[in-house]
């Protein structure tokens, strides 16, 4: 089974990228993160929520440290998961809020990262407007999906590394 949990704060510390911040603060905000979670029984994603107020300008781009990593069991017969992230859909048809990557792809080994397999995510607002996403407000949804390698296509190299470290 796989599941959600926090990274370490030290390792959101890093990564929120927050200067001047008093130590305190930062760490009410980190456990102010709660876990993606599904908004209805049949609802396919788990929804990450904003961990903060942001003003999205117009035109601009802004990183998410999200706090969450995503954790799979060991045994391989678990590993043929992958979770995949996308906007939500009320954002992308409302207002063209997209990742910047368009799909979050976090395999299944990610969490044996040195990166504590944290999920930041990057969006951008290609609008005209300024939005308001609030603190709590449902932004991207995780959807877990099992997957198949093809015949002869498949590797036995080790990840080890975050964002682009299976590049070759």
């Not at 599904?38 to 035109?59: H, I, V, W, Y």
């Not at 391989?76 to 979770?83: F, I």
């Amino acid at each position: 089974m796989s599941h959600f949990e926090k990274v370490s704060f030290e390792r959101w510390k890093k990564d929120c990228g927050i200067k001047g911040l008093p130590e305190k603060d930062l760490r009410e905000w980190f456990e102010a993160i709660k876990l993606p979670r599904q908004a209805t029984a049949n609802s396919a994603g788990c929804d990450f929520l904003m961990p903060f107020n942001l003003n999205f300008e117009a035109g601009s781009k802004f990183r998410i440290a999200t706090g969450i990593r995503w954790v799979t069991d060991q045994d391989p017969a678990d590993r043929d998961k992958v979770l995949l992230i996308f906007p939500r859909s009320g954002l992308g048809f409302k207002y063209g809020i997209r990742l910047s990557n368009t799909v979050g792809v976090i395999d299944a080994d990610y969490c044996d990262s040195d990166n504590e397999g944290h999920i930041i995510i990057s969006l951008e607002n290609p609008s005209n407007t300024t939005i308001e996403l609030p603190e709590g407000k449902p932004f991207v949804q995780g959807i877990v999906v099992k997957y198949e390698i093809p015949e002869g296509a498949g590797s036995d190299a080790a990840r080890n590394g975050g964002f682009g470290s299976t590049d070759r």
